[in-house]
């Protein structure tokens, strides 16, 4: 059974936290989005409508895991997605799901951020792939969505936003902002007339290096 060292009363405020510093880094707005982490009981998850900049000990709610409630309140609508990731992953026990402004627009041209212009996000991502799109809080997007995170700590969602899976909360935000930020610079360098791809050889070689880190 998944145990660690926080309480279950320090991850909910861990998540009030965390959907603070996701308003203030302008990665999420208004009520849209949902970020959960897994306790030693199931899954703390923020409820449905809630606004992630100004969450409340009301506004998150344990649930199993099938997606039924243990405590008061009803789960975000995007639950199952959480649920499902949950299972596949072991090692994920934290998960945000929203809608920043880069990311987004490139799920809504349903385009990936796999070209190869920055070391450092080949280090970091590899690359980010994009799930077909189905309608919010179905099945079928759940599916989607979920096939890709065997390989994958990110994944954008076909016109809707991106899902970030982590250790734990503090990489999951991380790892949202520094997503949101290689779409930017990716925008950014389609206006100063198109970025120069590093070569076939200079992937591998990033990649290369990053198994070596990893070993
Ligand atoms: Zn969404």
Known sequence: MFKDKLTEAAKRIKIIETGRR??????TVGTS???????NEGILITASGTALGGLTLEGIVLMDFDGNELSAGKASSEKMLHVEIYKQRPDINAIIHVHPVYLTSFAACRLPLNEPIMSENILYFE???LADYAMPSSGVLVD????????HDVVLMANHG????AKDIETAFLK???AEYYAQVTINTKLLGGAKNLSEQDV???IN??????N
């Open 144 to 151: 989607n969505t979920v096939k890709f995170i065997d390989n």
């Open 22 to 27: 996701l308003y203030e880094r302008n990665l």
């Open 127 to 129: 690359e980010i792939p």
């Open 204 to 206: 591998q070689d990033l």
């Open 209 to 214: 290096l990053k198994k070596m880190a990893n």
């Open 33 to 39: 989005g949902n970020l959960s982490i897994r306790t």
């Open 176 to 178: 949202t902002e520094t």
């Open 162 to 165: 991106v899902v970030v899976c």
